[in-house]
């Protein structure tokens, strides 16, 4: 019976389920009712928790008072009671108590008591102390599987979280991505993500949490915190209870207990910190937890810098292809439109008369004129990168009908004359994307318009020969009198 106890302890690589067999072998071999195992937490001498078998709550209460709570003075033998000084609802006249060690560490204590037979005997000790020796081997086992299996588990998800984010994601997907992902390899009530503010705290800038996150994101570290002093040197922050620990200052610390805070950097650069909290009263993390938790920020870091990099590189792929087209359209479509134009202009002032051949030739190079504008107006738009503000007069009036269009419907159309970049001063610059603001709205409200023109030109000359620039915006709907193509006219010296 000892040898098929011994091999089926071993049978099962799970620790609670070793656990929770090495309570039932013992109450079978030795005849006792009852019996219990409490295990200690690894860093301290506390029992962090109980497997029992053949109990009522009042017997389970009675033998979880018979278990050491504390690491010291406790030898390596097993203990027995005759009952002298035993609480007077205890379920057995005796006891037997027996360390259980894991190499050279203390695990626990496996109890057992209530032997209907009578007290227990020194085969009864015999036996235990042989199943404790075997339990530890078993545990110990089981321990190397279990973290095993949990390295393996947060490699997986390291990697995920690579392939993800070097798929494309944008930063705040990223930054979700990493949350998440490391939320539930810890097995944490929530993921967050930290980014330093210009204040020179921190914010919570992605949450992902199993509750509601309300409340949550735009929580702010203030600056001089102990935590943000630790956190913004690189060093990794463990804590207890975060309802409690002086420490943590937010207002959502009263939501969780155990908790890591883990800063993402690489090569010297802190992008962040990634916080794992979890409920309160929940077990806290092991150092195993913390290692893993660590190596996972540290290549989610690594994996955040290396994505950003790729976003970067393949913005610079888009602005190169777009200053390529651009370079395109200039030398050669706006060439040879210009060229096409320069021959039609010539041939309408060979023609004789002013029959239909010469007013057709003046619409076919008006029309060409205004085709020469456009292409040129796209040409600036493509060398402007999308996500810059534009540094440039010509760029502001661009943003200004491009940021219309959304409301209109369809982009206006803009044509420049002149240098207005070198022309339009500051100033007068200002009171134009006004006036351009305010006649678009205009243009907006009234029925009908489906098409508008804006032109901004910068060669006009007033009467005492001073230099102007002038905006025009004409559309096609309706004016007050019912009238079809409105303008607006605004003028303004240089």
Same mark, same amino acid.
């Given at each position: 019976?000892?040898?098929? %106890?011994?091999?089926?302890?071993?049978?099962?690589?799970?620790?609670?389920?070793?656990?929770?067999?090495?309570?039932?072998?013992?109450?079978? *071999?030795?005849? %006792?009712?009852? !019996?219990?195992? !409490?295990?200690l937490e690894p860093d301290d001498d506390r029992t962090e928790a109980l497997y029992r078998t053949g109990m009522t709550e009042a017997e389970r209460r009675s033998v979880d008072r018979l278990l050491p709570e504390r690491r010291a003075g406790l030898s390596a033998e097993a203990e027995d009671g005759d009952g002298d000084g035993e609480p007077s609802d205890a379920p057995a006249p005796a006891y037997l108590v027996a360390p259980i060690q894991v190499h050279?560490?203390?695990?626990?204590?496996l109890c057992l008591a209530g032997k209907s037979s009578g007290p227990f005997t020194g085969t009864d000790r015999a036996l235990?102390?042989?199943?404790?020796?075997?339990?530890?081997?078993?545990?110990?086992?089981?321990?190397?599987?279990?973290?095993?299996?949990?390295?393996?588990?947060?490699?997986?998800?390291?990697?995920?979280?690579?392939?993800? *984010?070097?798929? !494309?994601?944008?930063?705040?997907?990223?930054?979700?991505?990493?949350?998440?992902?490391?939320?539930?390899?810890?097995?944490?009530?929530?993921g967050v993500i930290l980014q330093p503010t210009e204040e020179g705290g921190m914010e919570i800038v992605t949450a992902?949490?199993?509750?509601?996150?309300?409340?949550?994101?735009?929580?702010?570290i203030a600056p001089g915190s102990p935590v943000l002093v630790q956190l913004l040197g690189g060093e990794p922050v463990f804590i207890d209870d975060s309802?409690?620990?002086?420490?943590?200052?937010?207002?959502?610390?009263?939501?969780?207990?155990?908790?890591?805070? *883990?800063?993402?950097q690489s090569g010297g650069r802190l992008i962040g910190t990634l916080a794992l909290p979890r409920r309160r009263g929940a077990p806290p993390y092991t150092a195993v937890d913390r290692l893993l938790a660590t190596q996972f920020a540290s290549q989610a870091a690594l994996a955040l810098v290396m994505a950003d990099a790729q976003a970067d590189r393949?913005?610079?792929?888009?602005?190169?292809?777009?200053?390529?087209?651009?370079?395109?359209?200039?030398? *050669?479509?706006?060439?040879?439109?210009?060229?096409?134009?320069m021959m039609l202009e010539s041939t309408r002032r060979r023609a004789t008369g002013e029959g239909e051949a010469g007013e057709l030739l003046g619409r076919?190079?008006?029309?060409?004129?205004?085709?020469?504008?456009?292409?040129?107006?796209?040409?600036?738009?493509?060398?402007?990168?999308?996500?810059?503000?534009?540094?440039?007069?010509? !760029?502001?009036?661009?943003?200004?009908?491009?940021?219309?269009?959304?409301?209109?419907?369809?982009?206006?159309?803009?044509?420049?004359?002149?240098?207005?970049?070198?022309?339009?001063?500051?100033?007068?610059?200002?009171?134009?994307l006004a006036a351009l603001r305010k006649a678009l709205a205009a243009a907006h409200r009234r029925p009908g318009v489906s098409a508008i023109e804006v032109e901004v030109d910068a060669t006009v000359r007033l009467a005492d020969g001073r230099g102007a620039v002038r905006l025009l915006v004409a559309d096609d709907g309706r004016d007050e009198e019912g009238g079809r193509s409105t303008t607006v006219t605004w003028q303004a010296p240089l």
């Open positions: 019976m000892l040898l098929e %106890a011994v091999l089926s302890i071993g049978s099962d690589l799970g620790l609670r389920a070793t656990l929770q067999q090495i309570v039932d072998t013992a109450t079978t *071999l030795t005849g %006792a009712r009852h !019996g219990a195992l !409490g295990v050279t560490e203390l695990f626990g204590h235990l102390h042989v199943l404790a020796s075997q339990a530890g081997i078993a545990i110990g086992n089981a321990r190397l599987y279990e973290s095993a299996r949990q390295r393996e588990r947060w490699i997986e998800g390291a990697a995920a979280v690579t392939t993800a *984010l070097l798929t !494309g994601t944008n930063a705040a997907d990223a930054l979700m991505t990493v949350a998440e992902s490391a939320r539930v390899l810890a097995g944490a009530s929530a992902s949490t199993l509750d509601d996150p309300a409340g949550i994101v735009g929580t702010t309802a409690t620990d002086p420490r943590m200052t937010t207002d959502v610390r009263s939501r969780f207990g155990p908790s890591m805070m *883990l800063p993402l393949e913005q610079l792929a888009v602005y190169e292809d777009r200053d390529r087209i651009a370079r395109d359209l200039h030398d *050669l479509v706006v060439q040879r439109l210009f060229a096409t134009e076919a190079v008006d029309e060409l004129d205004s085709t020469i504008q456009e292409v040129r107006t796209a040409i600036f738009a493509l060398q402007q990168p999308p996500a810059e503000a534009p540094s440039t007069f010509r !760029g502001r009036v661009l943003r200004e009908t491009g940021g219309a269009s959304a409301l209109l419907g369809f982009p206006p159309s803009v044509h420049f004359t002149g240098a207005v970049d070198a022309l339009v001063g500051e100033a007068t610059g200002r009171e134009l």
